[in-house]
């Protein structure tokens, strides 16, 4: 490698990955910080309740998690040196690394660009079988459904990683979000499960630290009466969960995680339960 292609991958300054309404995202290339700017200094207090949430997630659902979730680091605003903000959070937990790279041959056609994928969407949700290839190719992200992400599990690489099986992904999708629920205290809205990226392997992304506007998870107060509230966010996510359909096994790896993370709470979590496979029968109904 020449001098100007190490002075190029070890760029020190922060590199744009995400522009919205809302914020920028920048990262530190060869590193594992990322940096979020809001667009208005009004928007300032949605930014430092987004660190709190966040915060209060990686304390109180990251250990021993399946996924890793983003850790806070600092808040700042320039405005106000007495606003900066420190989060003493353990590191997160070692991962395996991810190398999507190889996949390529794959999913992408002759001629794509030679960048990426650096990010796969686990849209275990979405069926891609029969769907229609797309004249449009974004070649750093891509989305999985369950039988592509078993493809690359089964791909050399993927083999050489020990990517688990999609039951596992999806026990451990369901698991994470019964302590965002009964941990965390929150609805797990417009949360993203991603694998992949130089350096780890599956990483549960509430959106809002990552490429969306704000952040998005609300409060909900623990009772039977306000479950109505996680299902609507279950429902307004984009596909990342198994579809609710009780003896199909994803699903029930899925349901099998959210119990155990329920606690003493398995009421709750059973009429969260219940709700989704309901709206997932009546989804169904209706295309016919």
């Known amino acids: 490698m020449s001098t100007?292609?190490?002075?190029?991958?070890?760029?020190?300054?922060?590199?744009?990955?995400?522009?919205g309404?809302?914020?920028?995202?920048?990262?530190?290339?060869?590193?594992l910080?990322?940096?979020?700017q809001v667009q208005y200094e009004s928007n300032a207090s949605q930014l430092v309740a987004e660190f709190d949430a966040l915060e209060h997630i990686y304390t109180t659902c990251n250990p021993d998690s399946f996924f890793c979730l983003p850790r806070p680091l600092a808040y700042n605003d320039p405005r106000d040196p007495r606003a900066f903000r420190g989060a003493a959070l353990p590191p997160p937990h070692p991962t395996r690394t991810g190398r999507p790279g190889p996949s390529r041959p794959l999913f992408y056609p002759p001629g794509a660009p030679a960048r990426g994928p650096s990010l796969f969407r686990l849209y275990f949700g979405k069926d891609f079988t029969n769907a229609r290839p797309s004249r449009f190719i974004n070649t750093s992200h891509f989305f999985l459904d369950v039988t592509r992400y078993r493809q690359v599990a089964n791909f050399p690489e993927g083999i050489d990683d020990g990517l688990p099986g999609p039951d596992v992904v999806a026990e451990a999708m369901g698991n994470i979000l019964g302590r965002i629920h009964f941990r965390g205290g929150f609805d797990g809205r417009d949360i993203e499960f991603v694998l992949g990226g130089n350096g780890s392997v599956a990483h549960?992304?509430?959106?809002?630290?990552?490429?969306?506007?704000?952040c998005k998870m609300r409060k909900w107060n623990g009772t039977v009466d306000a479950?109505?509230?996680?299902?609507?966010?279950?429902?307004?996510?984009?596909?990342?969960?198994?579809?609710?359909?009780?003896?199909?096994?994803?699903?029930e790896a899925f349901r099998n995680g959210y119990h155990a993370a329920?606690?003493?709470?398995?009421?709750?979590?059973?009429?969260?339960l219940s709700q989704i496979e309901?709206?997932?029968a009546?989804?169904?109904?209706s295309k016919h």
């Open 278 to 280: 309901a709206l997932q």
């Open 4 to 19: 100007s292609e190490i002075d190029t991958a070890f760029d020190p300054l922060p590199q744009l990955i995400g522009r």
């Open 262 to 272: 329920c606690g003493a709470q398995s009421d709750i979590a059973d009429e969260f």
């Open 204 to 214: 549960l992304l509430p959106s809002s630290s990552h490429l969306t506007p704000s």
């Open 21 to 31: 309404s809302f914020a920028d995202v920048y990262v530190l290339v060869a590193s």
């Open 282 to 285: 009546a989804r169904e109904v």
């Open 33 to 36: 910080v990322a940096f979020k």
């Open 227 to 251: 479950v109505s509230e996680l299902v609507s966010a279950y429902s307004t996510n984009d596909p990342y969960f198994p579809p609710a359909r009780r003896g199909d096994q994803i699903y």
